[in-house]
């Protein structure tokens, strides 16, 4: 059974309430990874193993004649994206001083619900996130092979939830602003019943509503679906808060790499056997790292790179 509206926002208070008292108790993830230790973090496997040639193309040469490439397509690093329980708390040490400076503006909540599992074994999950654009230069990469890479920025901050806390905790500008998706996400199966690239996250959950609740028994795999929610949120951000447009909408088939609380290669968004994902990796304060990985396709000197379609999960 799906939690109605009231019971989420409920539970949001209950939240808010028991665990006010935690919030001046420092938490031992905040600030243990800088922007450098990220990119020394970034899984150059996940680059490696997706990276293929996918076609030929001739097009005009802006110097007269044409100009013969080869499409190529692989995974690269576009994004930093965090989970946590207690608001306004970060991994990242170079974001403690923007979290201190909007603490007073969040606009909804001052914490996270979270329960224990229910007698049906699922529980009501809750977490903030937090969606950062991060594209690190690899040039030790580069130099294997002539792989795409994005155009982006090193770091800037796209989304924290905290802002955005009515609507991600209610999902009512969700409902609002699109009711088709509502009355499909009504009307369809579960993803966990049949899994979808177009609104699910394969056999994670769904993408929509794009809201911090989700009913799930692993709390491991909330936290993935979760902040590729938020990712989804900054990259289409009309009716929502949300600090800076997130260029690389988390999709189906791409790629998500856990650095904390513990360190893991990169798996595909939605790779349905999860206990490998799960094993050894639940933190104790419900706070989660992780590294979004986009798929691109070029054809270097003739098309700029693009982020490709959903796809289903693949090793």
């Not at 905040?30 to 996918?54: F, Q």
């Not at 509503?209 to 009309?238: C, D, N, Q, W, Y």
Request: glycine share 8%.
């Amino acid at each position: 059974m799906k939690p109605s509206v009231s019971a989420l926002f409920l539970f949001a208070l209950l939240g808010s309430w028991s665990l006010h008292a935690q919030d001046k108790i420092a938490s031992t993830y905040e600030g243990a990874e800088t922007i450098a230790s990220m990119t020394l973090a970034v899984d150059v496997s996940c680059i490696l193993r997706t990276w293929r040639i996918t076609g030929v193309m001739v097009c005009p040469s802006p110097a007269g004649g044409v100009t013969a490439c080869v499409i190529v397509e692989n995974a690269y690093p576009v994004g930093i994206l965090e989970a946590v329980r207690r608001p306004m708390t970060s991994h990242l040490a170079e974001v403690s001083a923007l979290t201190k400076s909007v603490e007073d503006v969040r606009l909804f909540g001052q914490t996270s619900s979270h329960t224990t599992s229910s007698a049906d074994g699922t529980g009501l999950q809750f977490t903030e996130a937090h969606v950062y654009e991060f594209v690190p230069s690899l040039p030790a990469v580069a130099q294997m092979l002539p792989i795409v890479v994005p155009q982006g920025q090193l770091f800037s901050v796209s989304y924290f939830s905290e802002l955005d806390g009515y609507f991600w905790r209610t999902g009512f500008a969700e409902m609002l602003l699109d009711p088709a998706a509502t009355v499909q996400k009504a009307v369809l199966p579960s993803c966990s019943t049949m899994p979808r690239t177009t609104d699910c996250a394969w056999s994670w959950g769904s993408w929509f509503p794009r809201i911090g609740f989700t009913v799930h028994p692993s709390e491991v795999m909330t936290a993935h679906l979760e902040v590729l929610r938020g990712g989804r949120v900054g990259a289409k951000p009309v009716g929502r808060v949300v600090m800076a447009p997130y260029p690389y909408e988390p999709r189906t088939g791409h790629y998500i790499q856990m650095v904390r609380p513990a360190r893991r290669a990169c798996i595909s968004i939605g790779w349905p056997v999860t206990r490998s994902i799960e094993s050894g990796t639940l933190s104790r304060e419900g706070a989660y790292l992780f590294i979004h990985f986009g798929i691109f396709r070029e054809c270097k000197g003739c098309l700029p790179p693009t982020l490709v379609e959903p796809r289903i999960p693949s090793f």
